[in-house]
């Protein structure tokens, strides 16, 4: 499905005003419970304007009088925990008539006994005005590392056309009417694999609360984990965490990938540009030291690719270089350690040209050589084909010669250096 002309007018509107628009619209709710707790990133998703470029999903129309119920997988512990609701591309105030948090079990099922109420400013319901994001109150929640939860939204009214993220690689549930303390799933009928207005959960407590060593995994849909399987948790991100954690040093590491992502050029379709993103989705972050840099394959090959969306304008060498330099100079400004990743192989990818390729080698010889960052992870030869360095090898291939398998991602995982993070 194409996205509408109206869709596009609001989303070019939206991006030309949210640099102005996101600062005095995001809000903090006060936690009640828990005033002065130390708060930390535990997961993530970058906001996304509704689309549904590839196949329908529930953006473009939002919901109404739906329970929409959500799962993902913590990388923190703590013993509070409280959920980020983002109306970052609405075009209406969002009414969240209540919301839950519970321990997931099978399919939209959770765990008896585990259901708890989240509150806003002490109150079951809230409302996130048009551009703003919102943090529930602190709930007695104790989480551990790799723990899977699921967040229940029961949204009474109309919210219209839904700020969400597209690519979750986790199944989430909708229901007609209001659902959000059912243990059982038997009432979510309908299934889909895009996670909506939720994008963050965070903890505090416990002997980890002082922790200030989370990491952002930053980037496109190599980042967002597009070829791995289906609730698996099988990212790279995600691998990196396991591992981490299996070397005894646990780190918080959260996922702001977006699959189509580029550095320089906005879409409709694929989010605002890195350039844009960056500060919302990384710098506001509680927790994190460390950000690692993996984007710029679709700034080359955007111009190129016969797709379902528009072309977007042609992106230089240089231009790539001075976005990334740019996003250098953000995150050391705000005290954040750069890991720089080199370009996986593109050859046999709707990416393939001639032309793609050498900017590709070129990019990736300046990441490798400028000392522009911290310490640069080499993420291309980490899943090339000895035998052929501009493929991926055969084995951690998903199949169209450009994202990465189950395999790929762990191979990814552990090229990075612990010592470095």
Known sequence: MRTTNALRRTATALLTTTAIALAPTALAAPDHAGAGASWRGAWAASPQAPTAPFAPNWSQQGFDNHTVRQTVRVTASGTRARIELSNRYGTTPLRVTGATVARTDKGGAVRAGSVRTLRFDGRPSTTIPVGGTLLSDGAPFPVKAFESLTVTLYLAGRTGPAT?????GATSY??????????DGSAFKETGTSWYF???VEVTGGRDTARRDGIVAFGDSITDGVGSATDADNRYPDELAERLAAAGSPRAVLNHGIAGNQVVNDTTWAGEKALTRFREDVLNERGVRTVILLEGINDIGGSTVDSPVPPTP?????ELIKGHRTLIRQAHAKGLKVIGATLTPVKGSFYDTPANEAKREAFNTWVRTSGAYDAVVDLDHAVADPTDPDRILPAYDSGDGLHPNDAGYRAMAGALDLNQL
């Open 198 to 200: 939720l994008s963050g």
């Open 164 to 168: 969400f993220h597209h690519i979750a």
């Open 314 to 318: 042609d992106v230089s060498v240089t």
């Open 174 to 183: 909708r229901a007609d009417g209001d659902h959000r303390a059912d243990v």
